[in-house]
């Protein structure tokens, strides 16, 4: 048998105290909306090919933000 790890008394109380919160407050806080240039700056975007997706993600997209090919 493994030994469960040990977890602080206080993470685990935030854990019992987030667990007892109605699931729509969870929904509510538990999403942070955070600003990705260049694809939060149009409403919508469409291509007709994925390669042309994927072209323009290479061009416009900083690497950080994941998008890349591998």
């Given at each position: 048998m493994s030994k469960t790890p040990d977890?602080?008394?206080e993470?685990?109380?935030e854990f019992e105290?987030?667990?007892r919160r109605p699931l729509?407050?969870?929904f509510?806080?538990?999403f942070v909306k955070t600003y990705k240039p260049?694809?939060?700056d149009a409403e919508y975007r469409s291509w007709d090919t994925m390669e042309e997706y994927r072209r323009w993600c290479k061009e416009h997209l900083p690497d950080w933000l994941?998008?890349?090919s591998v």
């Open positions: 977890i602080p008394p993470w685990l109380a105290a987030a667990a729509e407050q969870r509510k806080y538990g260049v694809l939060d994941g998008y890349g």
